[in-house]
Nanobody, 121 residues
Framework: QVQLVESGGGLVQPGGSLRLSCAAS????????MGWYRQAPGKQREMVAI???????NYVGSVQDRFIISRENAKNTVYLEMNGLKPEDTAVYYC???????????????WGQGTQVTVSS
């Protein structure tokens, strides 16, 4: 059974920092690209950051230079370091694991249950 368990969310003041963690089980972690997505009330879910199996990263423009995604394969864990938090970063943050498959098969994809991040004074 695949599980992605997020932790580290909470309430933080503008300008503050949080570190999200996502612990994966039931998958060969090193073979999956990992990502963080977020969904604010009334908005669509959006990609925040992705890290590939080889460590390449990609960020949505609004978090560039403020957030850092990293992975620790030995611990089956992906992290999101969030600095300089703004009220518009308030959302539920979801962990995602994704693996492409050959022969036109749909990718394997799993989601965590989400963790709330609230940025407010």
């Amino acid at each position: 059974q695949v599980q992605l368990v997020e932790s580290g969310g909470g309430l933080v003041q503008p300008g503050g920092s949080l570190r999200l963690s996502c612990a994966a089980s039931g998958i060969t972690f090193s073979t999956f690209a990992m990502g963080w997505y977020r969904q604010a009330p009334g908005k669509q879910r959006e990609m925040v950051a992705i890290i590939t199996t080889t460590g390449g990263t990609n960020y949505v423009g609004s978090v560039q230079d403020r957030f850092i995604i990293s992975r620790e394969n030995a611990k089956n864990t992906v992290y999101l370091e969030m600095n300089g938090l703004k009220p518009e970063d308030t959302a539920v943050y979801y962990c995602n694991a994704r693996k492409q498959r050959p022969w036109g098969l749909p990718p394997l994809e799993y989601w965590g249950q989400g963790t709330q991040v609230t940025v407010s004074s």
